[in-house]
């Protein structure tokens, strides 16, 4: 070939690569800090799992296998490349051991070919589901088509250089051609220039063609990746790497009450910079396909939110950004006050921020394990805390939460009215109690949720479990203040409970709510409360399987369970409510075809049940009522109060009467027992 032009080709295509990459570098390395570097052990099962396994992929098919074959085929045809740049200044170079007459060689000619073929077919899936199907949740942008359409010319380029080559080869030595079962692809490459019989200088021709066409195309390629969604492909591995191996469900606290920590310059996030260096690392490594749209409640009803244009809206800020953030200028573009770099209302709008329920669907499904929540959150933190802007129905519940712990801002002696009837311990007359039942104020306020209460409470005395409440010493656990924003009444609201609970000495606590479950056991150790938590339905159905609790009475219903999102995504609980249903005589159990981690959400989350939901095609409980009715059931089981209520409002709005909406606790009290009044 040309040892000139290919060290030119090559000192400027990675000179440019470079400077490319160097800017996105900066940014990063200037971000503040993240502590992702521990548990190596499990970032390395976690890599190997999922960003090369990909098993996230496996929930698509075909996509996940043609995306499977693009991936393994650059991982096998990079060495291709490398020798091809090699033969730029040796035409012979093969690395030593991968010479044609070498077996080494010959397997990985072998293996070479094939992937040639497989990443031409995976090319053209992409393609088909671009041009043909054009799939609503992917960007369908000229970007995309050309990214597919070099990858689709590298492979045919080497398809022509390995066919030139062969037939080179054999009219050199005045052998017939014949198909090598070691180079079956450039073989039929080599058959069909053959079939046009060019002439050997075209056919010299077509092998520079072929060989500088995807020598350089590579380095085109690699020079367009810092610069477009493709830059997952250099990011997506450290991405997976660096993930979130805190429980799913947990945020982590960014205020500090008790001062012994510098305040930051401001509560939760204003601008792009005060992103740390893993979120901006999610910025790059957003792929665009959409998948975490597809399963968002919010954007499923015609809300504004769409979590990948979320993403893609704050990644082009942040590169438009890059130049002055890189001077380390904070000032604002063009002059304007500074109050223009804020994220909220100038890239984000607030409708959207408001729209998130916090469900998780989204990060459920990213396949390069980007966080939405929690940038979500961290961005509510900035408007409530710092700039008071929030939706007014939400000033209904902080007053509340603030004045009596429960965001109705109902008096603290109603926690009790819900054992009226029942012999229920206080833990103040039961210090020594096993567990603390820990109600929770849906539970303890809301009518309909009361009735799950007190199937709780029957079902623990007939399995005679050692148990006792707090009553109106409980107060909110801070959930669905920390979810909406207001960091510094849930830390408030937090370490008052800690402090009673722990005035107790209490080890091990039992929830209903998944919220409480939630926060309880994965919030709050970072305010000195390390308790031994279980969530209602998994405590039943260890009573049920050590023969405690004996469901006897028939149930005759078809029902279906709805998951609830702080207990199966935010926990991984799914199968604990169903093998308590599972045992119920007479209970038929069908499952909506969204269902477990593909639940769709009931819309409470996110403090969403203590607002008006955002404007929409459709609400989102109707939406996941009418997911739940098409299973043709009779009975809708859950195991949260908040999707309780929100699935009785929506059954409500489809006017089903007809079809009951009940908590597992109900349904096995009535199979357990009989004369069971639990009004």
Not at 105 to 130: E, P, Q
């Amino acid at each position: 070939m040309n040892p000139w032009i290919m060290s030119i080709v090559l000192l400027a295509g990675f000179g440019l690569f470079a400077w490319s990459a160097w800017g996105r570098w900066r940014v990063l390395i200037a971000a503040p800090r993240a502590a992702r570097f521990d548990r190596t052990g499990d970032r390395i099962r976690a890599t190997l799992r999922y960003a090369f396994a990909q098993v996230r992929m496996t929930r698509y098919p075909l996509a996940g296998a043609a995306h499977m074959l693009i991936f393994l085929g650059f991982l096998v045809l990079l060495l291709r490349t490398l020798m091809l740049w090699g033969r730029g200044f040796d035409e012979d170079f093969s690395f030593w051991v991968l010479g044609a007459d070498q077996p080494l060689g010959r397997a990985y000619s072998l293996l070479k070919d094939v992937f040639v073929v497989l990443v031409i077919l995976g090319t053209l899936v992409f393609v088909h589901y671009r041009v043909v199907r054009r799939l609503p949740r992917m960007t369908l942008s000229a970007e995309g088509l050309a990214i597919l359409g070099i990858i689709l010319v590298m492979m045919l380029a080497d398809l022509l250089y390995d066919g030139a080559e062969l037939l080179h080869a054999a009219r050199s030595s005045g052998h017939a051609l014949h198909l090598s079962g070691w180079e079956p692809a450039g073989s039929l490459a080599a058959a069909a220039l053959a079939w046009v019989e060019p002439s050997d200088g075209w056919l010299n021709v077509l092998r520079h063609a072929g060989f500088w066409v995807h020598s350089c195309l590579v380095l085109v390629f690699l020079n367009l990746l810092p610069r477009s969604k493709h830059f997952h492909i250099i990011t997506a591995i450290p991405n997976v790497y660096f993930q979130n191996l805190n429980p799913p469900g947990r945020l982590a606290p960014t205020l500090d009450l008790e001062g012994k920590v510098e305040r930051e310059e401001t509560l939760g996030i204003a601008q792009v910079a005060q992103f740390d260096w893993k979120a901006v690392l999610d910025l790059y490594t957003c792929t665009e396909c959409g998948r975490c749209s597809d399963h968002c409640p919010a954007t499923k009803t015609g809300k504004r939110l769409s979590p990948k244009q979320f993403t893609i809206d704050l990644r082009d800020h942040l590169y438009a950004r890059q130049p002055a953030l890189l001077r380390g200028d904070k000032s604002a573009p063009n002059g304007e006050s500074g109050a223009a770099l804020d994220l909220v209302p100038h890239v984000i709008d607030p409708e959207v921020l408001w729209a998130c329920t916090s469900c998780r669907a989204c990060e459920q499904e990213c396949p390069v394990f980007i966080t939405y929540v929690d940038k979500f959150v961290e961005l509510r933190r900035h408007l409530v805390q710092e700039k008071g802007e929030f939706p007014q129905d939400l000033a209904t519940a902080f007053r509340g939460l603030e004045n009596q712990g429960n965001p109705w801002g109902l008096p603290a002696r109603q926690r009790l009215e819900w054992t009226e009837g029942l012999d229920v311990p206080r833990i103040s007359d039961r210090p020594d109690a096993q567990y603390l039942l820990w109600v929770g104020c849906g539970p303890a306020y809301d009518e309909k949720a009361r009735r799950t209460a007190r199937a709780m409470a029957r079902l623990l005395s007939l399995a005679h479990v050692d148990f006792a409440i707090l009553g109106d010493e409980e107060s909110c656990t801070g959930d669905p203040a920390r979810r909406a924003g207001n960091e510094f009444l849930a830390q408030t609201l937090a370490q008052t409970n800690v402090q009673v609970l722990n005035g107790y000495g209490v080890k091990r606590i039992i929830t209903i709510c998944p919220h409480c479950y939630n926060t309880l056991k994965n919030e709050y150790g970072d305010f000195g409360g390390r308790y031994e938590v279980v969530h209602h339905s998994q405590l039943l159905a260890e009573l049920v399987k050590a023969g405690r609790l004996t469901p006897k009475n028939r149930v005759d219903t078809t029902l279906v369970y709805h998951d609830a999102c702080y207990l199966g995504r935010h926990n991984g609980e799914y199968d604990a409510p169903r093998a308590v249903l599972a045992q119920i005589p007479g209970v038929r159990l069908v499952e909506a075809t969204a269902s477990r981690d593909r639940g769709m959400c009931c819309g409470a989350g996110g403090a969403q049940f203590f607002k008006e939901e955002e404007p929409g095609e459709q609400r989102v409980n109707v939406a996941r009522t009418e997911q739940l009715l098409a299973t043709g059931a009779t009975t809708i089981a859950s195991a949260c109060p908040f999707c309780m209520r929100m699935l009785t409002d929506g059954l409500g709005a489809k006017d089903r009467d007809d079809v009951q909406q009940k908590d597992i606790a109900e349904l096995l009290l009535a199979a357990v027992d009989s004369s069971a009044d639990n009004r």
